[in-house]
């Protein structure tokens, strides 16, 4: 999955990567290890930043309402949430789909999927100016 250049740089400041390693966890749990009790932690999240009455879902929400507005294609979305590939639905090989979407790179057109997580990304930064 590409990454917006800000997911990135936002990465790069988080103690499990400056302090871990490469196979280290975005997200660990006290001891490092993968989070295994979610509603525990969404509870202690809500808490530690006074919100509540949302989920993490919620989020995937919103992005993909944010890129609908910005005219992204809805199977560019689909592919960025992890849907199942529309080309599927279309009953397209596996394998065709693979060359169709090499062949949407090799002539020069940007990863439709980084360009609208780009996209989303600044459109955030630019809602996040304005407040």
Do not use: C
């Amino acid at each position: 999955m590409p990454l917006s250049q800000a997911a990135t740089d936002l990465l790069q400041t988080l103690p499990s990567v400056t302090e871990g390693g490469p196979r280290s966890l975005v997200f660990p749990n006290q001891e490092g290890n993968p989070i295994g009790n979610w509603n525990r932690f969404q509870k202690t999240f809500h808490e530690l930043t006074s919100t509540s009455g949302w989920h993490r879902h919620d989020l995937r929400r919103t992005a993909a309402t944010l890129m609908l507005a910005l005219e992204v294609p809805a199977s560019t979305i689909d592919r960025i949430l992890g849907h199942k590939d529309p080309l599927r639905r279309e009953h397209v090989s596996g394998a065709a789909g693979t060359y169709l979407r090499v062949a949407e790179n090799l002539k020069g057109r940007r990863d439709p999927q980084a360009a609208a997580l780009q996209l989303l990304a600044d459109a955030l930064s630019d809602i996040e100016g304005t407040i």
